[in-house]
């Protein structure tokens, strides 16, 4: 009994006793939070993931930052030590350390948060879950044209936004603009198409243009920018010879965007072939 009197005095005795109590500690807030949030009938869906989601990051954020501190003279005599494997595990670690990276990036230019409907290199989709290696989105597609979920959950690593660009296809706003493409022959009348098209386009959109007015103006405002009108609009492509394209610019609300664009092109579609 005596030879562990001497182990269980050790300050190695006392860190490793401090540890899991804040280790408990943080577990048992953690709970309670999260029982709390998800019994909020205040809260919808997506904010509570959002928030269950802050809260776990915060977790482990306070337990690193803990354990940091309740251990910092003991690793203070391995300092020197440390140097040497600190350069092996940067070289072993380098691909968590670029996600780490990544992620206080994301943190710092608060770039993408749960709910926000993102497309990063060959990922689209609207992001479920984010840690400090890897973000989880809901696949939205095929292809990066269509606004379907594809039931699929696609994870990819927080080190692609230190070496890709980042599209945030709904910054924080209820409605958008969005394109869509209408391919034709050369020899078929574009101009008869353009005008289908534009009042197609008027006709769906109409129940929502005043509000969709009074956002660019917000928009404009906010930021400091001319703001560009929100009314449909039809530009001509030449892509190769013997094609012409006309893209459509139209407004919709960022969640029934789909349902728009697939109005507009059945209305358009009646009446250039009724």
């Given at each position: 009994?005596?030879?562990?009197?001497?182990?269980?005095?050790?300050?190695?005795?006392?860190?490793?006793?401090?540890?899991l109590l804040l280790?408990?500690?943080?577990?048992?807030?953690?709970?309670?939070?999260?029982?709390?949030?998800?019994?909020?009938?205040?809260?919808?869906?997506?904010?509570?993931?959002?928030?269950?989601?802050?809260?776990?990051?915060?977790?482990?954020?306070?337990?690193?930052?803990?354990?940091?501190?309740?251990?910092?003279?003991?690793?203070?005599?391995?300092?020197?030590?440390?140097?040497?494997?600190?350069?092996?595990?940067?070289?072993?670690?380098?691909?968590?350390?670029?996600?780490?990276?990544?992620?206080?990036?994301?943190?710092?230019?608060?770039?993408?948060?749960?709910?926000?409907?993102?497309?990063?290199?060959?990922?689209?989709?609207?992001?479920?879950?984010?840690?400090?290696?890897?973000?989880?989105?809901?696949?939205?597609?095929?292809?990066?044209?269509?606004?379907?979920?594809?039931?699929?959950?696609?994870?990819?690593?927080?080190?692609?936004?230190?070496?890709?660009?980042?599209?945030?296809?709904?910054?924080?706003?209820?409605?958008?603009?969005?394109?869509?493409?209408?391919?034709?022959?050369?020899?078929?009348?574009?101009?008869?198409?353009?005008?289908?098209?534009?009042?197609?386009?008027?006709?769906?959109?109409?129940p929502f243009m005043?509000?969709?007015?009074?956002?660019?103006?917000?928009?404009?405002?906010?930021?400091?920018?001319?703001?560009?009108?929100?009314?449909?609009?039809?530009?001509?492509?030449?892509?190769?010879?013997?094609?012409?394209?006309?893209?459509?610019?139209?407004?919709?609300?960022?969640?029934?965007?789909?349902?728009?664009?697939?109005?507009?092109?059945?209305?358009?579609?009646?009446?250039?072939?009724?």
């Amino acid at each position: 009994m005596q030879d562990y009197l001497p182990v269980i005095g050790s300050s190695v005795f006392f860190d490793l006793l401090k540890s899991l109590l804040l280790l408990l500690l943080l577990l048992i807030t953690r709970t309670l939070l999260v029982r709390s949030i998800a019994r909020n009938a205040t809260l919808s869906i997506e904010a509570k993931r959002r928030w269950i989601v802050t809260v776990r990051n915060s977790t482990v954020l306070s337990l690193s930052v803990g354990l940091v501190v309740i251990w910092a003279h003991e690793l203070e005599a391995f300092a020197v030590s440390l140097v040497a494997l600190a350069a092996a595990v940067v070289l072993a670690t380098k691909e968590l350390i670029l996600c780490w990276s990544g992620a206080a990036l994301r943190v710092g230019g608060g770039v993408y948060a749960v709910g926000d409907r993102i497309q990063l290199g060959n990922y689209r989709g609207v992001v479920l879950d984010h840690g400090a290696f890897a973000t989880k989105l809901l696949e939205i597609g095929p292809g990066q044209t269509s606004h379907l979920y594809t039931g699929r959950i696609v994870m990819f690593p927080n080190s692609l936004l230190l070496s890709s660009p980042l599209v945030k296809e709904n910054p924080s706003q209820e409605y958008g603009l969005y394109v869509l493409c209408v391919p034709l022959q050369s020899h078929e009348n574009w101009r008869a198409a353009e005008h289908a098209l534009l009042e197609a386009a008027r006709a769906e959109c109409a129940p929502f243009m005043d509000e969709m007015g009074r956002q660019m103006k917000l928009l404009e405002q906010r930021n400091l920018l001319e703001a560009p009108s929100p009314d449909p609009r039809v530009t001509i492509q030449l892509p190769e010879p013997g094609r012409i394209h006309l893209v459509l610019r139209f407004p919709a609300p960022d969640r029934g965007r789909s349902r728009v664009e697939q109005a507009i092109l059945r209305r358009y579609l009646a009446a250039m072939r009724p």
